[in-house]
């Protein structure tokens, strides 16, 4: 015990280590507080093993690239024992991935086998393939360097993945309803990008490494962890307030469609004509949180006809079906005499909006100007009209 005080008090830990530091117990605390925080779904349990893998990664670093921690694991576990260590950095991707998965489905099903990504790397440590050809051994240096970037961009591609499913996912939203303050799913898409950039940064140091200037080398090899530093608070933060709020789209049921299904060209435009009645003489599309389940009720429709005709004829998904016509009410509204002395948010919320700032992004993204612009340049107009007669 004597000697391991002795050990602690000499200068063994450079700054990036007490990064390396901060983020593994960081990662590991959060990371078994969510585990422990009740209720506990799946989506709740990847995440917090995602956070542990990243803590055992970033030990691995540590143990690594500290030449004191390294003089004494080395001869224990030899090149190969750090390399299995190594392993971890396979998992993190699929975690990620499968955690957005999990927090975007109403029912997910969960396998080990989902964990398979680590066996290019369990194939590196069992076949040593440095030895084979000398470039290698000048670009990856140690078994474990070759190990962590084909474990790196294993990551990368599964987080490429999680946002290819996060846009297929927002258009599903999209099909479905058109409020857009229900869609909380940004800041799972900032945290996936955020987690491809510091992986993608881990693959390049061996690519670097032969010719790279000094300055340039340590930049890439110490900004991951300064970005994941930031990182690991912002998924704690969006993972306890945020995930909660986002929207679970249940999976549709899987139904073959025969010929005698699907709907006819003419039964179609038939069913057009009828909703575009509706929805001009009833204003259906002024009803708040309005979903195209609900839309297709009171059409006497179903759900899934509604949708394709809105698709087909119509030529827009169901939120911009419903929006297009909420503006069009807003644009009518601000000009008229009857809706003269009443405010901008009356009026946008009397069409069936609830968000001020999703209405205002809407708003300028179709007309080009703010409402207010809109109804003062329509008033100078009709001023100008009236003043010419």
Not at 151 to 162: L, T
Request: aromatic share 14%; glycine share 6%; proline share 6%.
């Amino acid at each position: 015990m004597h000697q391991f005080y002795e050990w602690l008090n000499q200068s063994q830990f450079n700054a990036y280590d007490l990064i390396l530091i901060m983020l593994m117990f960081q990662c590991l605390m959060f990371g078994l507080l969510m585990l422990l925080r009740p209720p506990r779904p799946l989506s709740q349990r990847l995440l917090s093993a995602f956070l542990i893998s990243l803590a055992v990664g970033q030990l691995v670093f540590l143990l690594t690239y500290n030449p004191a921690l390294f003089r004494v694991l080395h001869p224990i576990w030899g090149d190969s024992g750090f390399a299995l260590w190594a392993l971890i950095y396979s998992v993190h991707g699929p975690l990620l991935f499968h955690y957005t998965r999990a927090l975007t489905s109403e029912s997910y099903p969960w396998r080990w086998s989902c964990l398979w990504p680590f066996a290019p790397g369990l194939v590196v440590v069992v076949s040593e393939p440095l030895g084979w050809h000398s470039m290698l051994e000048v670009m990856f240096w140690r078994e474990l360097v070759l190990v962590c970037v084909l474990g790196f961009a294993v990551s990368v591609g599964f987080a490429v993945a999680a946002l290819i499913h996060i846009k297929r996912y927002s258009e599903r939203l999209k099909d479905r309803f058109c409020t857009v303050e229900l869609m909380e799913y940004g800041w799972l898409k900032l945290m996936v990008w955020g987690f491809l950039l510091v992986w993608a940064l881990e693959i390049l140091p061996p690519f670097f490494y032969p010719w790279a200037p000094w300055p340039l080398m340590e930049t890439v090899v110490h900004l991951p962890g300064v970005l994941e530093l930031g990182l690991i608070y912002f998924i704690v933060f969006a993972g306890l307030f945020y995930a909660p709020a986002t929207r679970q789209i249940p999976a549709p049921p899987e139904k073959e469609m025969t010929a005698s299904d699907e709907p006819s060209s003419a039964e179609d435009q038939t069913v057009q004509g009828y909703i575009t009645m509706r929805m001009e003489e009833d204003k259906l599309y002024c009803r708040p949180r309005l979903n195209i389940e609900r839309l297709a009720e009171e059409l006497s429709l179903s759900p899934r006809q509604l949708s394709q005709v809105i698709n087909r004829e119509f030529g827009k998904n169901f939120f911009e079906f419903i929006n297009g016509y909420r503006l069009e009410e807003v644009k009518q509204r601000l000009t008229s005499d009857e809706w003269s002395q009443a405010s901008v948010q009356e009026i946008y919320e009397s069409v069936g909006f609830r968000s001020r700032s999703s209405f205002f992004t809407l708003f300028r993204k179709h007309v080009g100007m703010t409402p207010s612009q809109y109804r003062d340049a329509n008033s100078s107009l009709q001023s100008s009209t009236e003043n010419g007669a």
